[in-house]
């Protein structure tokens, strides 16, 4: 697998648990109607699901996936909630990047 499908598989993933955990937020914390429910429980599933199309194995896939989420998460809010992340998010989350490229992509033996 090319790395850009990979990196395209875990963004649609990160867009996937973040949307549909948004969807489930609006829902709860700010009363909005339970079609927002719904619709972010299926979109929770295919989050499940596209991870099982990465070519590793379960540990190392979702070890490198918590390293994009955490960048999806911060942008998120920055485009979603008009939060700016500070220097220290951004800090963190180019850390988190560069494990994220160890772990998934760094040549194996």
Known sequence: MDYAKSIFLFV???LCEIGGGYLIWLWLREGKGWELAVIGAVVLVLYG???TLQPSNFGRVYAAYGGIFIIMALVWGWQIDKIVPDRFEIIGAAIALIGV???MYWPRQ
């Open 12 to 14: 649609l993933a990160g």
């Open 49 to 51: 699901i596209i991870p």
């Open 101 to 103: 490229s160890i772990i």
